[in-house]
């Protein structure tokens, strides 16, 4: 039994359909090709760990939607104004932020470049 989400859940984005994460990621890939925009979701996913972090630590329980709201603009620009494309957060949330923090980690890690 697989715990990735169905892509019955997720309808095509761009004509594609996508059974697994493992078949999302190399689009995701795609999508973020533009350093600026890699670079800026990286940004805003260290500053939403930061403030995730704050927030259970001072139980300032806002700073949940703060990480939130912040960690989309940031992605967002990069999409906007560098990628110009649209967030593939629009046709698969979950797939899109299971790829933010899959990228998140590679760059951190240093197997994906920005």
């Given at each position: 039994m697989?715990?990735?989400?169905?892509s019955t859940?997720?309808?095509?984005?761009?004509?594609?359909?996508?059974r697994?994460?493992?078949d999302?990621y190399?689009?995701y890939?795609?999508?973020?090709?533009?350093?600026?925009?890699?670079r800026?979701h990286?940004?805003?996913t260290?500053?939403?760990?930061?403030?995730?972090?704050?927030?259970v630590?001072?139980q300032?329980?806002?700073?949940?939607a703060?990480?939130?709201?912040?960690?989309y603009a940031?992605?967002?620009v990069?999409h906007?104004f560098?990628?110009?494309?649209?967030?593939?957060?629009?046709?698969h949330?979950?797939f899109?932020l299971?790829?933010?923090?899959?990228?998140?980690?590679?760059?951190?890690t240093?197997k994906?470049r920005?």
């Amino acid at each position: 039994m697989s715990l990735e989400p169905s892509s019955t859940i997720f309808p095509p984005m761009n004509g594609k359909t996508f059974r697994t994460f493992g078949d999302f990621y190399p689009f995701y890939l795609g999508e973020h090709a533009n350093p600026v925009c890699r670079r800026l979701h990286f940004a805003g996913t260290s500053i939403a760990v930061a403030l995730l972090f704050t927030a259970v630590v001072t139980q300032r329980w806002w700073l949940i939607a703060v990480a939130i709201v912040q960690g989309y603009a940031f992605a967002w620009v990069g999409h906007f104004f560098f990628e110009h494309n649209k967030p593939a957060t629009f046709k698969h949330p979950w797939f899109s932020l299971m790829g933010d923090w899959r990228l998140w980690w590679e760059i951190l890690t240093g197997k994906v470049r920005i």
